[in-house]
RNA sequence: CGGGGCGUAGCGCAGCCUGGUAGCGCACCACAAUGGGGUUGUGGGGGUCGGAGGUUCAAAUCCUCUCGCCCCGACCA
């Protein structure tokens, strides 16, 4: 391509609502521009930056035997409210009328679409599996856009939906996909993770996520050091003490403890270390049906969090998980949330295995300004419901036994799901076994955040001067920089020859051509991230040679003008 | 949705407090010089100051409403 003709749009300056690096770059190397909140033009060369990610993905599932179809954006409500997500979904999915007042949404994903379509189209179990993808526009109208195109409301996924006639066959597929995922990401050049994961909204078995390590990541990953265990956060399990609860040593004592709230207020003002301080937290319980219904009490040590989705799991506890309202807590204990201790508390209650072993620990008073010192379960309480009910910390045991956790950040740009039944049963999507009985299909689906990877692979390889693309992602893999173009014909010759070889050999190159001056060439391509560029100039062709340089390096390095072919051959090769 | 902040040229900003008819840098156009790391000079084009209403002889500036955007927050592929 000719840079002459190409709408190389780079901003010296950084915009000042790009927060994270991938965003900024994206912005001055124009390959994004915002049109509104959470929504984004591609310019032509972010495009082709994009083109290149759904060409591995759709070559890599192409190659697992999934087939690619293509469903609508926008989608009737009748299907979703059959699955009944028209009213579990909430205002993140974008609702409109048509003209004659009837219901649609703008698709945030395809579930019942799919099996509505598999519902008619396959009859027979000799038919399954099957895997039918796309690659699409999703809308999410996300409560909070941010990061550019890494959290916006339109974006472009890849969605994947297997059917099978039983568990097995599923867990094949999932497996299969699973290595389908590992081989994209892999010649997408990125480091990433599969790690367990939760099912989240979508619901199922069955999960793991694929995500990219980088320091700005919004998702923490737990990983053994010794073993392959690797889990989100939210779904890392943490392994109970080993070690018994000391005897008590101290004496139950009231302690006054003016205007101190948090954990870390009371740990300086008692002296005494956060381990060893019980916070309470009051979350909103439910009843037999699930229902909102009182309050539930949980108590982790101070220096722990809460995990949601281990306290929403607890049977009385109100999904999806809230702390319950300040003036609740008044009404209902007769103290504000600073102060809550169980001792005395006249709540359900669970407790946090590493809760459960501490001994002479600190709590609250259930009295505003108060606390408890030396406070010993089975002694001055009774032991309630142990559970787990914390996030995983660095330094925690791998639940499988081998190793201790160590926690990164991570982008999460793959999702893989056993979803089961959940949607062919309420949308009655069936086929007939080899008895001649209708069985319900079970499904599986499998997610790539396409517009996301792009952010993720910028997050992940970066530096001072600009983006330093994966070659196979890039949008070229090779810059072709003219030095005083319209000068020189020799220069001029060189370039042309040297264009249409590279370009007839099937390697992405771009000329500058443009008139500038090569400072800004340079520049240009650093920002833009081209992997490999040489120069062209009278200075080198004098001596017979041309410079290259590697984006990733600092030195030039000549090369002889008839080596510079097979020099470049070379070099792709070894990327 | 709650809290905070910002809307002045394509981008980054000043001007607003103390009303007097809009400015700087980058980008853009023309000409010239320069020609291997965002060069220099001269001359240009471009703004209903987010929108509506109000106060005033006079509003970017003061007041009210409204829209948009950004940041923070606890349920987000």
Not at 86 to 94: S, T
Not at 232 to 242: D, F, H
Not at 375 to 392: A, G, M
Not at 505 to 510: F, K, N, Q, V
């Amino acid at each position: 391509m000719r840079a002459s003709q190409t709408l190389i749009s780079t901003l010296k300056e950084t915009p000042t609502d790009a927060e994270i690096i991938s965003h900024q770059l994206m912005l001055r190397a124009g390959l994004i521009r915002k049109l509104a909140s959470g929504l984004y033009t591609w310019l032509p060369l972010g495009l082709k930056v994009l083109r290149k990610v759904e060409r591995i993905i759709r070559e890599e599932m192409d190659r697992s035997g999934a087939q690619e179809l293509l469903m609508p954006a926008v989608q009737p409500a009748e299907l979703w409210q059959e699955s009944g997500r028209w009213q579990a979904m909430g205002a993140e999915m974008l609702r409109l009328k048509d003209r004659h007042q009837r219901e649609f949404c703008i698709g945030p994903t395809h579930e019942e679409i799919i099996t509505d379509l598999c519902r008619t189209e396959l009859r027979s179990y000799k038919q399954l599996p099957v895997n039918f993808y796309q690659i699409q526009t999703k809308f999410r109208d996300e409560r909070r856009p941010r990061f550019g195109v890494m959290r916006a409301r339109e974006f472009i996924m890849k969605d994947a939906y297997s059917f099978h006639i039983n568990q097995e066959s599923l867990e094949e597929t999932y497996a299969v996909m699973h290595r389908t995922y590992c081989r994209i990401f892999d010649r997408l050049g990125l480091e990433y993770r599969p790690v367990l994961a939760d099912t989240g909204a979508i619901g199922g078995s069955g999960s793991h996520e694929f995500h990219v390590l980088a320091e700005s990541g919004e998702d923490a990953i737990a990983f053994s050091t010794v073993s392959s265990y690797a889990a989100n956060i939210e779904k890392a399990e943490s392994l109970p003490p080993q070690q018994p609860r000391p005897q008590p040593g101290a004496a139950m004592v009231r302690v006054a403890t003016p205007q101190q709230r948090t954990i870390s207020e009371v740990s300086q003002f008692l002296e005494t270390p956060p381990q060893q301080i019980l916070k309470t937290l009051v979350v909103n319980g439910a009843d037999e049906e699930g229902n909102e219904s009182g309050l539930v009490a949980l108590v982790l040590r101070g220096d722990h969090e809460l995990n949601l989705l281990k306290a929403q799991q607890l049977n009385g506890i109100f999904s999806p998980l809230t702390l319950a309202a300040d003036e609740t807590i008044e009404a209902a204990i007769g103290c504000s949330i600073g102060s809550i201790g169980p001792v005395g508390l006249k709540l359900p209650l669970f407790v946090d295995h590493d809760a459960a072993v501490v001994a002479d620990f600190v709590c609250g008073a259930n009295s505003d300004g108060e606390h408890l010192q030396g406070v010993n379960w089975e002694r001055d309480l009774p032991l309630p419901t142990i559970t787990s009910l914390r996030n995983v910390v660095e330094g925690d045991p791998s639940p499988d036994g081998e190793g201790v956790l160590t926690i990164k950040r991570g982008i999460e740009v793959g999702h893989i799901f056993q979803l089961g039944d959940k949607y062919s049963q309420a949308m009655n999507a069936t086929v007939l076994d080899e008895n001649g009985r209708a069985q319900v299909m079970t499904m599986g689906c499998y997610g790539i955040g396409v517009s996301r990877i792009v952010a993720a692979a910028i997050e992940q390889n970066h530096d001072e001067r600009g983006i330093l693309w994966p070659t196979a992602i890039a949008p070229f893999q090779l810059a072709l920089l003219p030095m005083n173009l319209n000068r020189s014909a020799a220069v001029e010759e060189m370039t042309e020859r040297l264009y249409r070889q590279l370009s007839d050999m099937g390697i992405d190159t771009i000329v500058d051509d443009r008139n500038e001056r090569a400072g800004i060439m340079f520049a240009d391509m650093e920002l833009l991230g081209i992997p490999h560029r040489i120069v062209i100039g009278d200075r080198g062709l004098k001596n017979g040679t041309l410079e290259y340089r590697n984006r990733q390096e600092s030195e030039n390095q000549d090369i002889a003008v008839d080596e510079i072919i097979s020099f470049i051959q070379q070099q792709l090769a070894l990327a």
